[in-house]
């Protein structure tokens, strides 16, 4: 399967604590994706990495990759409540193929 | 500018009834993508649409499932027949064509059609 797995499936962390969420896929990517679903909702995207990219920020969100692993992470800094969500990621390669993880579910207690 | 939309938000049938899920893209966009999504798990990849074209039907059942997306209208999930076992949330996103030569771009995801085979 080229789509990717995420780990750990949940998780649950107090307001203003970092969430960490991982991401591992088989095949060579053009770029991988970081999506959030709230429940009921359709996906929203958060951002984007490069195949030739290391690590991308944006506000509280910072991504890595590692090709030669066929992994990347996602870290959410300073959650809040409004954080909880489910994660996915989002292999792209060929032409504008995208296949989803399994997510992880991500709980913020308040 | 409107987002993916996609009805009904929510179909309820009976096994062996038809369920025909709609989806009208952004504005502009000319790529359409169908996921299904069963109650706590991922998206599984089902069709990959560009007008008038089935660009990848991998993850489509051979067999009762297909879909459109013709010049005028929106993209048509179709399922014949169906059986409790479809019941799940069906996805549909879209995405502008890239830019020559580039392989980026996000999708864009409606919220959904929960089809529920009783």
């Known amino acids: 399967s080229q789509q990717g797995e995420e780990d750990p499936q949940a998780l649950s962390i107090q307001e203003g604590e970092n969430a960490t969420m991982n991401c591992s896929y088989k095949?060579?990517?053009?770029?991988l994706q970081w999506y959030r679903q709230n429940s009921g909702r359709g996906l929203v995207h958060l951002i984007l990495i490069r195949s030739n990219e290391r690590e991308k920020h944006s506000g509280r969100l910072r991504v890595t990759l590692d090709t030669s692993k066929k992994s990347s992470s996602l870290l959410i800094t300073a959650s809040r409540a409004a954080d909880t969500a489910s994660y996915f990621c989002a292999t792209v390669s060929g032409f504008n193929k995208f296949y989803f993880g399994s997510g992880t579910k991500l709980n913020v207690k308040p | 500018n409107a987002g993916v939309m996609q009805n009904p938000r929510h179909l309820v049938r009976r096994r062996g009834q038809e369920a025909r899920l709609r989806c009208s893209p952004m504005?502009?966009?000319?790529?359409v993508y169908w996921y299904r999504q069963l109650p706590e798990e991922g998206l599984k990849f089902m069709v990959y649409l560009q007008k008038e074209n089935i660009i990848d039907e991998s993850g489509m059942p051979k067999e009762r499932f297909s879909a459109e997306f013709p010049k005028e209208g929106p993209s048509i999930l179709r399922i014949q027949q169906v059986v409790r076992g479809d019941s799940a949330a069906y996805f549909c996103?879209?995405?502008?064509?890239?830019?020559?030569?580039?392989?980026?771009?996000?999708?864009?995801f409606g919220e959904g059609s929960r089809l529920t085979v009783l």
């Open positions: 996103a879209s995405s502008p064509l890239p830019p020559a030569g580039a392989n980026t771009g996000e999708l864009f």
């Open positions: 095949t060579s990517i053009n770029n």
């Open positions: 504005k502009g966009h000319s790529h």
